[in-house]
């Protein structure tokens, strides 16, 4: 069977995107992804693991628009165009699965062109990322989102607050499959670090305590944070680098893998996740940096109101902070300071994603519901 995933973003640093894909083509399915590459950097074409990996560049007037909101339809448009072109040069696709909502589009277009079937992946709820910045807008995409959906064969998403906000507005087959990392170890396996070290990887937003966790940390004795960031808000990455280099205790990787992302987080002490505990994001959506703590057994620092922090003060694998600079410097001083506590929070963090949050127990229900597509296909 083939599969054909489209992707707005880079598929070897979104790691959902690469163990799904992986998963697939492990169990003997084929599966190449178009995707978006918005900073044109990459290879048009590559094959890695045996993902056949297929970039869509900005060019002619997607070149010339002055943000990605304009560029969307023509990148639908040349999503569309493009796998039409493979399948009728003979890479016949079964199924397209379509991550995120700004790929929905093309990937109902491709379901009644080639009359395959059609997965619905959502990672995010984008109607509420953009409610607090685009009141109105975000009412047209919670719409569109409800109306699309009765073209979808099977909704993917990523945890349990999402599934219910999918069976308010869809009655089709739904499937979490959230985002847990494999234990790297057995036991429990302490740092070794000279300085108590933070680490953070992800995407960089101002409600995820950006700049001020660099200013915090700076200020703390003997503690060190590696930053690694994918320069998705330009600004706010250019910021971000440039604070750090203010402090002799702040590394800021710039943009890294998904290989490297557990080998880092492995070798820190603590890893750090903020939220800020408003809006309906804060409320429903997990963070990798969460399953990325319990795989390596590391203790996590998260906001207190959010969904991740519920998550940590449940499994009693970190700590819950208020969402300011004295709460969060208070919290990684009681982390330095206490290596005792760091080793049993980090226990607990590892006991957890050995006994439920693997990516072996989220990757038979990613196979499954495929069996099932065929079967009822």
Same mark, same amino acid.
């Given at each position: 069977?083939?599969?054909? +995933?489209?992707?707005?973003?880079?598929?070897?640093?979104?790691d959902?995107?690469?163990?799904?894909?992986?998963?697939?083509?492990?169990?003997? #399915?084929?599966?190449?992804?178009? +995707?978006?590459?918005?900073?044109?950097?990459?290879?048009?074409?590559?094959?890695?693991?045996?993902?056949?990996?297929?970039?869509?560049?900005?060019?002619?007037?997607?070149?010339?628009?002055?943000?990605?909101?304009?560029?969307?339809?023509?990148?639908?448009?040349?999503?569309?165009?493009?796998?039409?072109?493979l399948?009728?040069?003979?890479y016949?696709?079964?199924?397209?699965?379509?991550?995120?909502?700004?790929?929905?589009?093309?990937?109902?277009?491709?379901?009644?062109?080639?009359?395959?079937?059609?997965?619905?992946d959502?990672?995010?709820?984008?109607?509420?990322?953009?409610?607090?910045?685009?009141?109105?807008v975000?009412?047209?995409?919670?719409? +569109?989102?409800?109306?699309?959906? %009765?073209?979808?064969?099977?909704?993917?998403?990523?945890?349990?607050?999402?599934?219910?906000?999918? %069976?308010?507005?869809?009655?089709? $087959?739904?499937?979490?499959?959230?985002?847990?990392?494999?234990?790297?170890?057995?036991? #429990?396996?302490?740092p070794?670090?000279?300085?108590?070290? @933070? !680490?953070?990887?992800?995407?960089?937003?101002?409600?995820?305590?950006?700049?001020?966790?660099?200013?915090?940390?700076?200020?703390?004795?003997?503690?060190?944070l590696? +930053?690694?960031?994918?320069?998705?808000?330009?600004?706010?990455?250019?910021?971000?680098?440039?604070?750090?280099?203010?402090y002799?205790?702040? /590394?800021?990787?710039?943009?890294?893998?998904?290989?490297?992302?557990?080998?880092l987080?492995?070798?820190?002490?603590?890893?750090?996740?903020?939220?800020k505990?408003?809006?309906?994001?804060?409320?429903?959506v997990?963070?990798?940096?969460?399953?990325?703590?319990?795989?390596?057994? %590391? $203790?996590?620092?998260?906001?207190?109101?959010t969904? $991740?922090?519920?998550?940590? /003060?449940k499994?009693?694998?970190?700590?819950t902070?208020?969402?300011?600079?004295?709460?969060?410097?208070?919290?990684?001083?009681?982390?330095?300071?206490?290596?005792?506590?760091? /080793? /049993?929070?980090?226990?607990?963090? @590892?006991?957890?994603?050995?006994?439920?949050y693997?990516?072996?127990?989220?990757?038979?229900?990613?196979?499954?519901? #495929?069996e099932?597509?065929? !079967?009822?296909?």
């Amino acid at each position: 069977m083939k599969v054909l +995933m489209l992707l707005s973003k880079e598929v070897l640093t979104d790691d959902r995107v690469y163990r799904e894909a992986k998963a697939l083509i492990d169990a003997g #399915y084929e599966v190449a992804v178009i +995707m978006w590459d918005r900073y044109g950097k990459n290879k048009l074409k590559e094959n890695v693991n045996g993902i056949n990996i297929i970039r869509i560049q900005n060019k002619g007037l997607m070149k010339i628009l002055p943000n990605n909101l304009f560029r969307n339809p023509f990148w639908w448009r040349a999503a569309y165009k493009k796998a039409v072109g493979l399948h009728e040069l003979g890479y016949k696709f079964d199924v397209v699965h379509c991550h995120d909502l700004d790929t929905l589009l093309a990937g109902i277009w491709l379901k009644k062109k080639l009359k395959i079937k059609l997965i619905y992946d959502a990672h995010e709820i984008f109607g509420y990322m953009i409610e607090s910045s685009h009141r109105y807008v975000s009412k047209y995409v919670f719409s +569109m989102e409800k109306h699309l959906l %009765r073209f979808v064969d099977h909704i993917i998403t990523v945890n349990d607050f999402f599934r219910v906000y999918f %069976r308010k507005i869809s009655s089709k $087959p739904l499937t979490v499959v959230m985002n847990c990392k494999d234990p790297i170890c057995s036991e #429990y396996v302490p740092p070794k670090n000279d300085a108590f070290t @933070l !680490v953070y990887i992800g995407n960089l937003h101002r409600n995820r305590f950006f700049p001020e966790l660099i200013d915090v940390v700076g200020s703390i004795d003997n503690v060190k944070l590696l +930053m690694a960031a994918k320069p998705e808000n330009r600004s706010l990455y250019e910021i971000v680098r440039e604070r750090s280099k203010l402090y002799d205790n702040i /590394e800021f990787l710039g943009t890294v893998p998904s290989s490297k992302v557990l080998p880092l987080t492995f070798k820190s002490d603590a890893v750090v996740a903020l939220l800020k505990p408003t809006g309906h994001v804060a409320k429903i959506v997990t963070m990798n940096k969460q399953f990325e703590a319990m795989a390596c057994g %590391r $203790p996590i620092i998260c906001t207190k109101g959010t969904a $991740p922090g519920w998550l940590t /003060e449940k499994l009693r694998c970190g700590l819950t902070v208020e969402y300011n600079e004295e709460s969060v410097r208070e919290a990684i001083i009681s982390l330095r300071d206490n290596p005792r506590l760091c /080793e /049993e929070l980090g226990k607990n963090a @590892l006991k957890a994603a050995k006994e439920k949050y693997n990516w072996e127990n989220e990757k038979k229900k990613l196979l499954q519901l #495929y069996e099932n597509l065929w !079967v009822k296909k």
